[in-house]
């Protein structure tokens, strides 16, 4: 059919805190050498940030090296750190570790608490003064290339209809070219992780891992402005999994709490939003929590694999930016500043290359050697083996080991330590286990704990139902019979939205996908690697205001 054509210099892909960090350095590098350009972001959420989810403490390292005046300038946020803990849960009580006690990787004052909604907006203001075209509503669906080489994008056909008709409505997707392709669409993109695989950009690295993140909004009855509260200990001490939570007091009286679940955690009948949920009904968090109201809720999964799982970050036509080339420190929990200096570098490098009108994979490899020189390589390679520490170890092995690395700035334990992917660690049903019940199953009281179809409807989530499933199962029938017998259907407890759904009348599994939150964990832990998370039509997707 025919499709019309864009075309512009440099085109990123997702509108996050690394792709527009990155297009304004470019234009202001390219304005103070009196060159111009083109520069295109692209993002599929119906406005940009509304499928940026993180109520978080952000490192400004990178923030100061973009906009030294970023006060000045309206940088949006909810005051500094004042106050910080680690708190450790048992079932009934807690120990809090503070000062000198608190481990390095939870020290926060200083730094400021965010939402990545609003900075990812300001950014865009920035971007947009300075030149930068950014279009929202646009999701990219597939990548153009051109005798090896990356050139752009072809945007998804809108107006088809879920049989795959085309609607009165009918648009063919733009195909949008450039000179050089920049992807940072988050935690295993959909074009960035078949680029990863079809380019093996991967080879002779540790395989990627995740974790599954939950993050509420509260409003309370009294707030804690500028404490930061971590959490480990209950409720995954009883399963042996890896992960803990969070909780930042934020202004007018609310708070931002959230909680990661490492999904190499092996219990094919384990929930991770149960677990959520448990964690909020610890007296701790209930002291909290309690007559106070849910305003929003949301999901998305971390990049844990580390510095040993970055895969080659560039190519021919092509850099990949953020989240989706690993850009976060798991000890830390922190990957905001760490993905704009991923966009620093690459603007750096793409600069190099506009003035050599070379875009080939030798010239772009200036990225990399940026990065091996910069000091996100140094805080990335310090905590190297910190989250495969944790990989078939248990919580207080994992800790002990994990410990060692932080005092010791990763000399410790700092041989290449192996990894398997997530999907791999899940283990079959064992005889006498209920499959279609969690193994650590949570009361929903619609005050403290709420289930996962009312958590879709607080993430504002909205898709167009009649269009094709995003979700893409590639072969269904290994869900009905095999998945079933082995695993129990394990996707109806791992999904954060009750996207998906056993039904005993048809004896298939219904995916609800207008419930899909964008987290990409379906992806990433299916055990038969059948589950294609790919883009739905532009605009659809979560509305995480002020997350």
């Not at 690993?326 to 500043?337: P, Y």
């Not at 050697?369 to 905590?383: C, G, H």
Request: hydrophobic residues 35%.
């Amino acid at each position: 059919m025919d499709r019309d054509t864009l075309e512009v210099d440099v085109l990123y892909v997702g509108a996050g805190a690394a792709t527009l960090t990155s297009a304004i350095s470019l234009k202001r590098k390219l304005k103070a050498a009196g060159k111009e350009a083109t520069i295109l972001v692209l993002e599929k959420g119906e406005e940009v940030g509304h499928h940026q989810l993180s109520g978080a403490v952000m490192d400004l390292r990178a923030l100061r090296e973009l906009e030294p005046n970023f006060d000045a300038l309206g940088f949006p946020h909810d005051g500094e750190v004042t106050d910080d803990e680690l708190r450790f849960l048992t079932k009934g009580g807690s120990h809090a570790l503070r000062g000198a006690l608190l481990p390095k990787p939870f020290h926060n004052h200083g730094n400021r608490i965010v939402s990545l909604y609003r900075v990812v907006r300001w950014l865009k203001d920035l971007a947009e003064k300075e030149g930068v075209d950014v279009y929202a509503g646009f999701a990219a669906d597939s990548r153009l290339e051109e005798n090896g080489r990356v050139v752009g994008v072809r945007m998804k056909d809108m107006g088809v209809d879920k049989h795959g008709q085309p609607k009165s409505t009918f648009t063919p997707g733009m195909d949008v070219k450039a000179k050089v392709t920049v992807f940072g669409e988050g935690p295993r993109g959909s074009l960035a992780k078949k680029l990863i695989a079809e380019r093996k950009l991967d080879s002779g690295k540790n395989p990627a891992t995740y974790g599954t993140g939950f993050k509420e909004i509260w409003e309370v009855k009294q707030g804690i402005p500028g404490k930061v509260i971590h959490t480990a200990g209950f409720p995954l001490l009883e399963g042996g999994q890896y992960g803990g939570g969070w909780i930042y007091g934020l202004k007018e009286n609310k708070v931002s709490i959230g909680f990661v679940v490492g999904l190499n955690y092996g219990d094919p009948r384990f929930d991770p939003h149960a677990a959520f949920s448990r964690w909020k009904t610890h007296p701790f968090l209930k002291a909290i929590l309690e007559g106070g109201t849910l305003v929003r809720y949301g999901a998305k999964t971390l990049p844990y694999g580390g510095y040993f799982a970055m895969p080659k970050m560039w190519g021919d036509g092509f850099l990949i930016v953020g989240d989706s080339a690993g850009f976060l420190n798991s000890a830390r929990l922190k990957g905001i500043h760490l993905a704009m200096k991923s966009g620093l570098l690459a603007a750096d490098a793409l600069y190099a290359a506009i003035q050599k009108e070379d875009y080939s994979d030798g010239t772009l490899a200036e990225y990399h050697r940026l990065f091996e020189a910069s000091w996100a390589k140094e805080e990335l390679y310090e905590v190297r083996n910190f989250h495969q520490c944790f990989e078939g170890s248990g919580f207080w092995t994992g800790s002990l080991r994990a410990g060692l690395i932080v005092l010791s700035g990763g000399k410790l334990l700092g041989a290449r330590r192996g990894a398997h992917p997530d999907h791999t660690q899940i283990r079959r049903l064992r005889s006498g286990e209920d499959g279609q019940k969690a193994s650590n199953a949570a009361a929903f009281d619609e005050k403290l704990t709420f289930d996962k179809l009312k958590g879709a409807y607080f993430s504002g989530t909205m898709h167009d139902e009649d269009q094709p499933a995003h979700l893409k199962v590639l072969d269904p029938n290994i869900c009905a019979t095999r998945c079933r017998e082995e695993y129990g259907n394990p996707c109806q407890r791992f999904c954060p939205a009750y996207v998906y759904e056993w039904d005993d009348t048809s004896r298939q599994l219904r995916i609800n996908a207008s419930n899909c939150v964008h987290c990409k964990t379906c992806d990433i832990a299916d055990p038969y690697q059948v589950i294609d998370w790919t883009v739905p039509e532009g605009t659809g997707g979560p509305k995480y205001v002020d997350m």
